[in-house]
Nanobody, 124 residues
Framework: QVHLVESGGGLVQAGDSLRLSCTMS????????MGWFRQAPGKERELLAAINWSGDTTSYGDSMKERFAIYRDNVRNLVYLEMSSLKPEDTAVYYC?????????????????WGQGTQVTVSS
């Protein structure tokens, strides 16, 4: 059974930085493309960033690359999302997802394993 667990969320102030982490068990991590998504209240879930199996190819949602960075550690089975200059509109539940493919996947339908999410709240 594949299990993803996100961590690192919390309450921060506008302008702060935050790093989210996600670990996966039950599947070979280094064979999976990974992605970070978020869903704000009343909004659809959106792609933030995606990374291929080796970490040498990434893709970002619209305007995300300016403040977000995705990277992975295949030795420690972790994928990270570094966020900087956070804004109140970044408040959302942030999800980690794993794909059965090893290339970068930018559509939500390409991911079949999801974590429970971690809340990020940015105060003004």
């Amino acid at each position: 059974q594949v299990h993803l667990v996100e961590s690192g969320g919390g309450l921060v102030q506008a302008g702060d930085s935050l790093r989210l982490s996600c670990t996966m068990s039950g599947r070979t991590f280094s064979r999976s493309a990974m992605g970070w998504f978020r869903q704000a209240p009343g909004k659809e879930r959106e792609l933030l960033a995606a990374i291929n199996w080796s970490g040498d190819t990434t893709s970002y949602g619209d305007s995300m690359k300016e403040r977000f960075a995705i990277y992975r550690d295949n030795v420690r089975n972790l994928v990270y999302l570094e966020m900087s200059s956070l804004k109140p509109e970044d408040t959302a539940v942030y999800y980690c997802a794993a794909s059965p493919l090893n290339r970068v996947v930018i559509n939500q339908g390409g991911y079949n394993y999801w974590g429970q999410g971690t809340q990020v709240t940015v105060s003004s």
